[in-house]
Each structure stands twice: as structure tokens, then as C-alpha cells.
């Protein structure tokens, strides 16, 4: 599977960006797929993910404030996110975990940048 993050940029607090990620490949043995974002000197953590289901999980820090979703006809999940603070400032990059080796993959990270 291969993953093609976009959307990331420079934003005020207080606004909004949406990110997207682009599955190719053996898209049918996904199980899932999540966002996680990196700040600098932090360790890398889940932001929202997505089950084949349709069911989410997200972070205590950005319920309310982001939404994930996902377009079965695009290949491709989003994530919406708004009231956008710059604790959110970080790389953000989209995983798929798969049912068949290797279980994991990613996509490059996109840079947000929240302005205060």
C-alpha cells in the first residue's frame, strides 16, 4: 500500500485545514487507517483513526475539534480539523495497518503549523 499525504500548511489559531491520504495498491487488506502527528522533541502519537468498520477512535486533545472520515471511491481518508490551536503544530502522517505483511504503512508526513 502506498500513501499520499496532502494538506498540510501554515494556519492561525483559531482556523481550520484539512489533511488527506491517498491509498494505492493493495487497498483491500486494510484494516484501518489513522492519523498521528509528531511535534518537535515529542513523541509521535495517534490523532484520529478510522476502522475498516467506520468506527473512530481519536485523541482526548482533538475530540470535538477534528473529524475523520474516509471516501471508499477516492481511496482516501481526511481529516478535518478546526479551532486549530499551536499545540496542534506538528508533522502529520497517515498509517494503514493491513491484515497481511507488511502490517503497517506510511505515508510522508505533512507539515501543520498553527500561528498563535
Known amino acids: 500500500v502506498q500513501l499520499q499525504a496532502s494538506g498540510g500548511g501554515l494556519v492561525q489559531a483559531g482556523g481550520s485545514l484539512r489533511l488527506s491520504c491517498a491509498a494505492s495498491?493493495?487497498?483491500?487488506?486494510?484494516?484501518?487507517m489513522g492519523w498521528y502527528r509528531q511535534a518537535p522533541g515529542k513523541e509521535r502519537e495517534l490523532v484520529a483513526r478510522?476502522?475498516?468498520?467506520?468506527?473512530?477512535n481519536y485523541a482526548d486533545s482533538v475530540k470535538g475539534r477534528f473529524t475523520i472520515s474516509r471516501d471508499n471511491a477516492k481511496n482516501t481518508v481526511s481529516l478535518q480539523m478546526s479551532s486549530l490551536k499551536p499545540e496542534d503544530t506538528a508533522v502529520y502522517s497517515c498509517?494503514?495497518?493491513?491484515?497481511?505483511?507488511?502490517?503497517?504503512?506510511w505515508g510522508q508526513g505533512t507539515l501543520v503549523t498553527v500561528s498563535s
Open positions: 498509517k494503514a495497518d493491513r491484515r497481511v505483511w507488511p502490517f503497517v504503512s
Open positions: 495498491g493493495s487497498i483491500s487488506n486494510i484494516n484501518g
Open positions: 478510522i476502522a475498516v468498520d467506520g468506527s473512530t
